[in-house]
């Protein structure tokens, strides 16, 4: 089985940055980041290739957010800059054959970390 483990989650105030990680065991697969707020579906946020070649972003995070993966080390990174306090999510990272929006196309997924924006 792919384990994925999320980490560099936590509090920050608006307008800040944060860098998380998704460390994968096992094969490489193309990579994608969703959030889930209390209350509200699973949103989409960012995926690439599992090259690298290619990214996809959500609207709401285009320009603030960044993701990025070194496949020798086998980790996806999501680097958010210019944070909001919507933002304000449990992050998590899939990993999956395919790159899309839709959840169901990972197959794989981490235990989530926590984002907080203040302000």
């Known amino acids: 089985q792919v384990q994925l483990v999320e980490s560099g989650g936590g509090l920050v105030q608006a307008g800040g940055s944060l860098r998380l990680s998704c460390a994968a065991s096992?094969?490489?697969?193309?990579g994608g980041w969703f959030r889930q707020a209390p209350g509200k579906e699973r949103e989409f946020v960012a995926a690439i290739t599992w090259s690298g070649s290619r990214t996809y972003y959500a609207d709401s995070v285009k320009g603030r957010f960044t993701i990025s993966r070194d496949n020798a080390k086998n980790q996806v990174y999501l680097q958010m800059n210019s944070l909001k306090p919507e933002d304000t999510a449990v992050y998590y990272c899939?990993?999956?054959?395919?790159?899309?929006?839709?959840?169901?196309?990972?197959?794989?997924w981490g235990q989530g970390t926590q984002v907080t924006v203040s302000s």
């Open positions: 899939a990993a999956g054959w395919t790159t899309g929006s839709g959840p169901g196309e990972y197959d794989y």
């Open positions: 096992g094969r490489t697969f193309s």
